[in-house]
């Protein structure tokens, strides 16, 4: 007993560090309509800036579909002021890193890059976002790379596996498409169509600024003022996203494939959109699932030799969201795997304790103090909440909220979601034919 009131006194001591820290933010809405968002740190000497847009492959047309990652390729390959291979140099030569990302909800852009070289940072993201060339030779240069990339994934059996769990899952919801596209699509993009997704979704009133570490907010206000404020905001093409239908009975999938040698699976439910009030308790749900080797999974599965390994989590979406189980096992073994979990899921609803809740409520948070202590961690977080969650008490208030979640609300997430018979499973399994 001396240790679970020991745990609970050491996790609220945490969660009023984490919301001290969350709470200090610069945000200014620009007067074209771009958010900037800072996080000033003095414990650093790196700054993360990052440039989020709220578009991904859900925002696409069938025609269009790719054209946010084919993009997200294009920008570093010349701009008004930087010509193509620029920009690498550029950063690269003051120590930073330099990337970007396309989801199927989001795509940002991101330089790491110590405090004193933040301004030319700043420069090299406005330039690569808003004053991209999308010149004809390089589209045409691009997309026979793009189309190797995409081959290649299908190369990959678990890229295969995850494709046709969210084609069997998602019956009318984009989510239902790769966010690659398809070769048809790409094959055909042209310069007008391109130009047309790029001024519609990259420009200020659909975008945040986000920089994080050891800088002035109100300098960099001054500066983005420079860059990005200057940029004329324009109306965001109003895009009509599908929810998905609810889901009855179960959907299964099952595929055979000679390039791999064990059993493949995925299962997964129809859980609460991120940031909603009964999402919290998914998120201890999970931690006591499937997180560390202290978790009912690891213990369970992995150390008696039932998987060789396993992942639990959810999509993280905004909409139509996903709780996913996936785990690796020897193909005879899928019928004693599937009830295993079955099984924990309903033991743990069953046996579960509030000291297990506290102590997963601990973890959490100090999981993501540990990963914040990073200022590109803690920027992601902070455009995540912005542009997917849509709401930046996510990330200010998340600690609190997971403080609140108690037993019961970990108990509901099984009863209304994760014990009825509607869940999606794909499985796939070695093909011996194949001449495996």
Do not use: C
């Not at 140099?89 to 110590?114: C, P």
């Not at 007008?192 to 200020?204: D, N």
């Not at 990330?395 to 970990?410: A, L, P």
């Amino acid at each position: 007993m001396r240790r679970f009131f020991l745990l609970v006194f050491i996790a609220m001591e945490v969660f009023v560090m984490s919301i001290a820290l969350a709470q200090e933010l610069y945000i200014r809405d620009l007067p074209n309509g771009a958010k900037l968002i800072v996080k000033p740190r003095d414990d650093t000497s790196a700054v993360a800036l990052q440039v989020w847009f709220r578009v991904g492959s859900v925002y696409e047309n069938y025609e269009e579909k790719g054209m946010a990652h084919f993009l997200e390729h294009m920008l570093f390959n010349g701009s008004e002021k930087y010509p193509y291979g620029e920009v690498d140099r550029i950063v690269e030569s003051l120590g930073g890193n330099i990337n970007a990302a396309t989801s199927k909800d989001f795509t940002y852009y991101h330089i790491e890059i110590a405090s004193p070289y933040w301004k030319q940072a700043l420069e090299v993201l406005y330039q690569i976002t808003l004053k991209a060339l999308l010149e004809e030779k390089m589209i045409e240069k691009e997309k026979p790379i793009v189309i190797e990339e995409l081959r290649r994934g299908k190369d990959n059996p678990t890229t295969v596996l995850w494709e046709t769990f969210e084609k069997t899952a998602y019956k009318v919801s984009p989510y239902r498409f790769p966010v690659i596209g398809f070769e048809n699509t790409i094959r055909k993009f042209t310069r007008e169509m391109l130009l047309k997704f790029y001024r519609s979704f990259y420009q200020p009133r659909n975008m945040a600024i986000v920089v994080a570490g050891n800088v002035d907010p109100k300098e960099v206000e001054e500066e983005v003022l420079k860059t990005f404020g200057r940029e004329e905001g324009r109306p965001v093409p109003r895009v009509q996203i599908p929810s998905e239908p609810e889901q009855l009975g179960v959907r299964f999938e099952k595929l055979k494939d000679p390039r791999v040698q064990k059993a493949y699976w995925i299962i997964g439910w129809r859980v609460p959109a991120i940031g909603k009030t009964d999402y919290y308790g998914l998120v201890v749900l999970d931690e006591i699932l499937g997180s560390g080797r202290t978790s009912v999974f690891y213990r369970e599965l992995k150390e008696k030799g039932l998987v060789y390994s396993f992942f639990t989590g959810d999509m993280g979406r905004p909409r139509d969201n996903l709780y996913v189980i996936s785990a690796t096992f020897d193909p005879d073994k899928y019928e004693e795997v599937k009830k295993r979990i079955l099984d924990l899921l309903k033991e743990v609803y069953e046996n579960l304790t509030d000291e297990q809740v506290e102590t997963a409520k601990q973890k959490i948070v100090g999981s993501r103090i540990f990963e914040e202590e990073k200022v590109e961690g803690e920027a992601y977080d902070i455009g995540y909440s912005y542009t997917v969650v849509r709401d930046l008490d996510f990330y200010r208030f998340f600690d609190k909220n997971v403080s609140k979640v108690r037993k019961v609300d970990v108990m509901r997430i099984y009863e209304r979601y994760l014990s009825k018979g509607n869940y999606v499973e794909v499985l796939m399994l070695p093909d011996r034919r194949g001449g495996e």
